[in-house]
Protein backbone atom coordinates (compact mmCIF):
# COMPACT_ATOMS: atom_id res chain seq x y z
CA UNK A 1 0.00 0.00 0.00
CA UNK A 2 1.18 3.45 -1.17
CA UNK A 3 1.88 5.93 1.91
CA UNK A 4 3.14 8.99 2.04
CA UNK A 5 3.39 10.68 5.22
CA UNK A 6 4.29 14.86 5.65
CA UNK A 7 5.49 16.31 8.96
CA UNK A 8 7.36 19.32 9.65
CA UNK A 9 4.79 21.91 9.54
CA UNK A 10 3.42 24.69 12.46
CA UNK A 11 3.17 28.38 13.71
CA UNK A 12 6.27 30.92 11.67
CA UNK A 13 6.48 34.27 12.02
CA UNK A 14 6.34 36.56 8.84
CA UNK A 15 10.03 35.83 7.37
CA UNK A 16 10.60 32.80 8.56
CA UNK A 17 11.98 29.29 7.97
CA UNK A 18 10.34 25.70 8.15
CA UNK A 19 11.44 22.20 6.46
CA UNK A 20 8.60 19.91 5.68
CA UNK A 21 9.48 16.14 5.12
CA UNK A 22 7.75 13.69 3.90
CA UNK A 23 8.04 9.65 4.37
CA UNK A 24 7.28 7.19 1.41
CA UNK A 25 6.24 3.39 1.65
CA UNK A 26 4.56 1.08 -0.46
CA UNK A 27 6.33 1.88 -3.47
CA UNK A 28 10.16 2.13 -5.09
CA UNK A 29 10.86 5.97 -4.07
CA UNK A 30 14.01 6.55 -6.04
CA UNK A 31 11.71 5.13 -9.46
CA UNK A 32 8.85 8.24 -8.66
CA UNK A 33 9.01 11.77 -9.33
CA UNK A 34 7.55 14.04 -6.92
CA UNK A 35 5.45 16.73 -5.96
CA UNK A 36 4.47 19.65 -2.81
CA UNK A 37 1.00 20.87 -3.49
CA UNK A 38 -0.55 23.04 -1.15
CA UNK A 39 -4.02 24.19 -0.28
CA UNK A 40 -5.58 27.21 1.79
CA UNK A 41 -8.05 27.45 4.22
CA UNK A 42 -10.97 27.15 2.11
CA UNK A 43 -9.36 27.63 -0.90
CA UNK A 44 -8.65 25.14 -4.42
CA UNK A 45 -5.33 23.25 -4.61
CA UNK A 46 -2.19 24.79 -5.59
CA UNK A 47 1.10 23.05 -7.24
CA UNK A 48 4.27 24.30 -6.02
CA UNK A 49 7.23 22.21 -6.69
CA UNK A 50 8.62 19.28 -8.94
CA UNK A 51 11.25 16.80 -8.25
CA UNK A 52 11.98 13.90 -10.89
CA UNK A 53 13.49 11.08 -9.64
CA UNK A 54 17.10 11.25 -9.22
CA UNK A 55 16.46 14.64 -8.84
CA UNK A 56 17.64 16.06 -11.41
CA UNK A 57 15.18 18.12 -12.83
CA UNK A 58 13.38 20.84 -10.45
CA UNK A 59 10.40 22.85 -11.41
CA UNK A 60 9.06 25.78 -8.98
CA UNK A 61 5.47 27.56 -8.94
CA UNK A 62 6.45 31.08 -9.60
CA UNK A 63 4.99 32.24 -5.94
CA UNK A 64 7.38 30.46 -4.57
CA UNK A 65 10.85 30.20 -6.37
CA UNK A 66 13.76 32.05 -5.08
CA UNK A 67 12.29 31.00 -1.14
CA UNK A 68 11.52 27.40 -1.21
CA UNK A 69 13.69 24.55 -2.33
CA UNK A 70 12.64 21.11 -2.87
CA UNK A 71 14.78 18.00 -2.65
CA UNK A 72 14.53 14.02 -2.08
CA UNK A 73 16.69 11.43 -0.40
CA UNK A 74 16.30 7.68 -2.05
CA UNK A 75 18.23 6.18 0.28
CA UNK A 76 15.97 7.54 3.04
CA UNK A 77 12.64 7.03 0.87
CA UNK A 78 12.13 10.88 1.31
CA UNK A 79 11.24 13.88 0.46
CA UNK A 80 12.16 17.86 1.29
CA UNK A 81 10.69 21.03 1.08
CA UNK A 82 12.81 24.16 2.43
CA UNK A 83 10.81 26.90 3.14
CA UNK A 84 12.55 30.45 3.75
CA UNK A 85 11.59 33.61 3.98
CA UNK A 86 7.64 32.57 4.80
CA UNK A 87 4.70 35.12 4.24
CA UNK A 88 1.19 34.99 4.90
CA UNK A 89 0.11 33.39 1.75
CA UNK A 90 1.75 30.31 2.23
CA UNK A 91 -0.25 29.73 5.06
CA UNK A 92 -2.03 26.25 3.60
CA UNK A 93 -1.84 22.46 4.13
CA UNK A 94 0.86 21.39 2.49
CA UNK A 95 0.46 17.60 0.67
CA UNK A 96 3.17 15.50 -0.40
CA UNK A 97 2.00 13.97 -3.61
CA UNK A 98 3.89 11.27 -5.72
CA UNK A 99 3.36 11.56 -9.80
CA UNK A 100 3.43 7.87 -11.98
CA UNK A 101 1.63 9.20 -15.22
CA UNK A 102 0.05 11.97 -13.39
CA UNK A 103 -0.42 13.06 -9.20
CA UNK A 104 -1.81 9.43 -8.13
CA UNK A 105 -1.15 9.38 -4.77
CA UNK A 106 -1.40 12.26 -2.36
CA UNK A 107 -0.21 12.36 1.86
CA UNK A 108 -2.95 13.57 4.32
CA UNK A 109 -0.68 17.02 4.67
CA UNK A 110 0.63 19.20 6.73
CA UNK A 111 -0.28 22.58 8.08
CA UNK A 112 1.66 25.53 7.71
CA UNK A 113 0.81 28.29 9.55
CA UNK A 114 2.72 31.98 8.88
CA UNK A 115 1.07 34.35 11.36
CA UNK A 116 2.89 37.09 14.17
CA UNK B 1 1.29 29.47 -16.91
CA UNK B 2 -1.24 27.23 -18.71
CA UNK B 3 -5.07 28.45 -17.21
CA UNK B 4 -7.63 25.99 -16.38
CA UNK B 5 -11.34 27.26 -15.63
CA UNK B 6 -13.50 25.29 -14.63
CA UNK B 7 -17.80 25.44 -14.80
CA UNK B 8 -19.99 25.94 -12.97
CA UNK B 9 -17.66 26.70 -9.63
CA UNK B 10 -20.78 25.50 -7.58
CA UNK B 11 -24.14 23.49 -8.20
CA UNK B 12 -26.91 21.29 -6.24
CA UNK B 13 -27.90 18.04 -7.29
CA UNK B 14 -29.73 14.91 -5.89
CA UNK B 15 -28.76 11.23 -5.49
CA UNK B 16 -29.70 9.43 -8.97
CA UNK B 17 -28.54 12.56 -11.17
CA UNK B 18 -26.65 12.37 -14.18
CA UNK B 19 -24.19 15.42 -13.89
CA UNK B 20 -21.23 16.58 -15.53
CA UNK B 21 -18.38 19.44 -14.60
CA UNK B 22 -16.43 21.47 -17.31
CA UNK B 23 -12.92 22.03 -17.61
CA UNK B 24 -11.40 24.14 -20.04
CA UNK B 25 -7.83 24.87 -20.76
CA UNK B 26 -6.43 28.14 -22.22
CA UNK B 27 -3.82 26.17 -24.48
CA UNK B 28 -4.27 22.92 -25.77
CA UNK B 29 -2.82 20.10 -23.75
CA UNK B 30 -3.54 17.02 -25.86
CA UNK B 31 -5.16 14.57 -23.46
CA UNK B 32 -2.72 15.29 -20.46
CA UNK B 33 -5.92 15.92 -17.95
CA UNK B 34 -6.83 14.28 -14.84
CA UNK B 35 -9.83 14.66 -12.29
CA UNK B 36 -9.73 14.49 -8.72
CA UNK B 37 -12.10 14.40 -6.03
CA UNK B 38 -11.87 16.06 -2.76
CA UNK B 39 -14.16 15.82 0.77
CA UNK B 40 -14.00 17.64 3.41
CA UNK B 41 -11.00 17.23 5.29
CA UNK B 42 -9.44 14.85 3.25
CA UNK B 43 -6.54 14.38 0.54
CA UNK B 44 -7.55 14.81 -2.79
CA UNK B 45 -8.28 11.10 -4.59
CA UNK B 46 -7.54 10.88 -8.60
CA UNK B 47 -10.44 9.69 -10.29
CA UNK B 48 -9.92 10.04 -13.79
CA UNK B 49 -6.04 10.40 -16.08
CA UNK B 50 -5.59 10.44 -19.58
CA UNK B 51 -8.94 12.32 -19.76
CA UNK B 52 -10.53 9.22 -19.78
CA UNK B 53 -8.78 6.50 -18.46
CA UNK B 54 -10.19 5.48 -15.05
CA UNK B 55 -8.24 4.87 -12.14
CA UNK B 56 -8.09 1.60 -10.83
CA UNK B 57 -11.03 1.35 -8.25
CA UNK B 58 -13.13 4.10 -9.37
CA UNK B 59 -16.71 3.10 -9.66
CA UNK B 60 -17.70 3.15 -13.10
CA UNK B 61 -20.46 5.80 -13.04
CA UNK B 62 -17.08 8.25 -13.34
CA UNK B 63 -16.25 8.67 -16.60
CA UNK B 64 -14.28 11.38 -18.12
CA UNK B 65 -13.99 13.14 -21.90
CA UNK B 66 -12.16 15.79 -24.43
CA UNK B 67 -9.18 16.43 -25.53
CA UNK B 68 -7.07 19.51 -26.39
CA UNK B 69 -8.88 22.34 -24.80
CA UNK B 70 -12.22 21.39 -23.45
CA UNK B 71 -12.74 18.77 -21.21
CA UNK B 72 -15.82 16.60 -19.45
CA UNK B 73 -16.24 14.73 -15.80
CA UNK B 74 -19.39 13.11 -15.54
CA UNK B 75 -21.35 11.29 -13.55
CA UNK B 76 -24.04 8.85 -14.45
CA UNK B 77 -25.88 8.38 -11.50
CA UNK B 78 -25.36 10.41 -8.67
CA UNK B 79 -24.56 8.77 -5.23
CA UNK B 80 -24.28 10.32 -1.33
CA UNK B 81 -20.77 9.85 -1.48
CA UNK B 82 -20.16 11.87 -4.27
CA UNK B 83 -21.11 14.95 -2.97
CA UNK B 84 -17.34 16.82 -3.02
CA UNK B 85 -15.29 19.15 -4.75
CA UNK B 86 -14.01 18.21 -8.03
CA UNK B 87 -10.75 19.42 -9.43
CA UNK B 88 -9.08 19.60 -12.85
CA UNK B 89 -5.33 19.44 -13.37
CA UNK B 90 -3.16 19.72 -16.91
CA UNK B 91 0.18 17.90 -16.75
CA UNK B 92 1.14 18.57 -20.50
CA UNK B 93 3.44 21.07 -18.91
CA UNK B 94 5.35 22.69 -15.93
CA UNK B 95 4.18 24.71 -14.18
CA UNK B 96 1.27 22.15 -13.09
CA UNK B 97 -2.12 23.92 -12.66
CA UNK B 98 -5.68 22.87 -11.13
CA UNK B 99 -8.88 24.29 -12.18
CA UNK B 100 -10.43 26.24 -8.97
CA UNK B 101 -13.04 23.39 -8.37
CA UNK B 102 -16.89 22.91 -8.60
CA UNK B 103 -18.47 21.66 -5.15
CA UNK B 104 -21.24 19.45 -6.05
CA UNK B 105 -23.91 19.81 -3.11
CA UNK B 106 -27.03 18.16 -1.84
CA UNK B 107 -30.13 19.62 -3.18
Known amino acids: EVQLVESGGGLVQPGGSLRLSCVAS????????MNWVRQAPGKGLEWVSY????????YYADSVRGRFTISRDDAENSLYLQMNSLRAEDTALYYC?????????WGQGTLVTVSS | AIRMTQSPSSFSASTGDRVAITCRAS??????LAWYQQKPGKAPKLLIYAASTLQSGVPSRFSGSGSGTDFTLTISYLQSEDFATYYC?????????FGQGTKVEIK
Open chain 1, 51 to 58: ISGGGSTI
Open chain 1, 97 to 105: AREGSTIDY
Open chain 1, 26 to 33: GFTFSSYE
Open chain 2, 89 to 97: QQYYTHPRT
Open chain 2, 27 to 32: QGISSY
